[in-house]
């Protein structure tokens, strides 16, 4: 308040027109109704907030129709210790991009990465990936968004208090009906920090349901590949806990030149439980020792339905 | 009666299950005779692969627009390619399978002007907007490449190379097998590598 002001409101305490003055006046503003020695603690509030926004995951950049993004799962880094870093990509409506085996045709979004002395990067970990087809072509990708996770082993003889720096060199490919190539440099700045680090908050639930779509390998779950004229078999051991029936499955290889993509995946019962028939391609002439993949039930695997897709890794066996 | 409809049943059942997937053979297979076809190219002219025998035939699929493609000819590579076979009598033809609207998709006159513009050196290219001939062949991807040999048999369908992507740098760490199936045929040899598998934007099919 103004001391002009204040100093009439005294005189006038017990009167009538105290009523009558304090009615006119117009509540301060409230910039003028801080004190001033507040002034800095807000602004130094506002810029940790702003630096804690920026810090752990780094501004979005913008490239054609994919907007991108690394975001730490912590918030800081502590030595010698793993972490998780996600590359965010938001593709516009219509527009995806690819899995690490993108079908027919595509590209795999690619990350390189750039970081401080000591530190080492682990490969992408992509969760189970959507099928698109378009006039007989099929492709393996995602639309909306997608988390592309990387983890990260910070070395030991990194000091506590200082910022580690971690870059990445990413490309992809984003297609609707026509393709664009795209590339952009990340960075994303963290604190070192001797103590177990803080979850970022913020972003935890997406870590969260990304790992539910990363295929596992099961225990309990045994697959066996077989390979004749014009099929790939996989046959499928049931556990004997499962009370359940698979459907709907679905074999995404991770390697090209092997399966028919656009051929249709008949799941046949067997005795010891199922047998998916999958095409082979016609290009198909030099084949691999092993077939790796993701092997896909909407339902689940028998232990939760939000755990979808399977690893499969295992030799290819020639039945002639 | 009944003997005439029981005829007729098998008649049918014997014809979808014995021709039917021939009909399905006729897509190109390497070590089998490449498929003939009828194309009009961008000056008018129809160009059938039987015209071509006795010559070694290249086909390339096109679309400017696809990252994979431009990565070729901003580099300059692919025109290379069809300028030193075309010397050596090889007849390149590359061949637009977009349907008209979608990316890729050229007139006749666009398709001469980017020719011009690129500098690019076919023997023709020729168009196929009904997707037909890309199905024939099926192709799949641009660029997907296919060689014939003079006596009209396919031996080789897949990719440029062996290194999937959009970036120039990798032309020149890639194993190129349309140059080296091309070497091949013309030494006489057998062709190490007959397929592999292509990659590009997907052929903008109907």
């Known amino acids: ?222 697959a066996n590949a077989f390979i004749n004229k014009n099929q790939i078999l996989i046959h499928i051991d049931v556990p004997s806990e499962f009370k359940g029936e698979l459907k709907n499955i679905t074999f995404f290889p991770e390697q090209g030149g092997i399966i028919n993509y656009s051929g249709s995946q008949n799941l046949k019962r067997s005795q010891d439980g199922y047998i998916l028939e999958v095409q082979r391609s016609k290009l198909s002439t030099r084949l691999p020792a092993r077939l790796k993949g993701v092997l896909l039930s909407p339902e689940g695997w028998g232990n939760s339905r939000e755990e979808r897709a399977l690893h499969i890794d295992v030799p290819l066996m020639n039945v002639n | 009666m009944k003997r005439v409809i029981f005829l007729t049943l098998s008649v049918l059942a014997g014809f979808f299950l014995v021709l039917a997937p021939l009909a399905r053979a006729a897509e190109a297979q390497v070590d089998k005779p490449a498929p003939n076809f009828t194309l009009p190219d961008t000056n008018g002219k129809s160009h059938s692969l039987s015209d071509y025998k006795g010559k070694i035939v290249v086909l390339e699929w096109l679309n400017h627009d696809c990252p994979f493609v431009k990565k070729l000819y901003n580099s300059g590579h692919m025109q290379k390619l069809q300028k030193t076979y075309g010397k050596k009598g090889v007849v390149w033809f590359s061949i637009i399978s977009s349907m008209p609207g979608k990316q890729g998709y050229c007139t006749p006159e666009q398709a001469n002007e980017l020719i011009k513009q690129k500098k690019a050196a076919p023997a023709a290219l020729l168009l196929d907007p009904d997707g037909k001939v890309g199905k024939l062949y099926g192709a799949k991807t641009t660029p997907h490449m296919y060689i014939i040999t003079s006596d009209g048999v396919l031996v080789y369908n897949g990719a440029i190379d062996d290194i999937r992507s959009t970036k120039v740098e990798d032309i020149a760490k890639a194993k190129n097998y349309v140059q080296i199936g091309l070497d091949e045929v013309m030494a006489g040899k057998e062709v190490s590598t007959k397929t592999s598998v292509p990659y590009g934007c997907s052929v903008k099919y109907k």
Request: charged residues 25%; positive net charge; aromatic residues 12%.
């Open chain 1, 1 to 222: 308040m103004l001391m002009s002001q204040k100093q009439n409101l005294q005189q006038d305490k017990n009167g009538p027109e105290y009523y009558e003055k304090s009615k006119n006046m117009k509540p301060n503003p409230i910039w003028k109704r801080i004190s001033l020695f507040q002034y800095p603690l807000i602004s130094l509030a506002l810029f940790i907030f702003i630096y804690v926004f920026i810090a752990f995951s780094a501004e979005p950049q913008q490239s054609e129709h994919v907007k991108a993004r690394l975001i730490s799962e912590v918030k800081s880094i502590q030595p010698g210790e793993s972490f998780y870093v996600a590359l965010w990509l938001k593709m516009d409506k219509l527009w995806h991009t690819y899995w690490k085996n993108p079908g027919d045709s595509g590209l795999p979004t690619k990350i390189e990465w750039n970081l401080p002395d000591g530190f080492v990067p682990g490969v992408v970990q992509w969760p189970y990936p959507k099928r698109f087809e378009k006039s007989g072509l099929v492709s393996f990708g995602y639309e909306g968004e997608v988390f592309l996770i990387t983890q990260i082993e910070a070395p030991k003889a990194i000091k506590s208090g200082t910022n580690a720096k971690l870059s990445a060199s990413v490309d992809w490919l984003v297609c609707k009906e026509r393709c664009i190539s795209s590339h952009v440099d990340l960075v994303i700045k963290m604190p070192v920090k001797d103590k177990n680090p803080k979850i970022n908050g913020r972003w935890a639930s997406h870590f969260r349901e990304t790992r539910k779509k990363l295929s596992r390998i099961s225990s309990e779950w045994e």
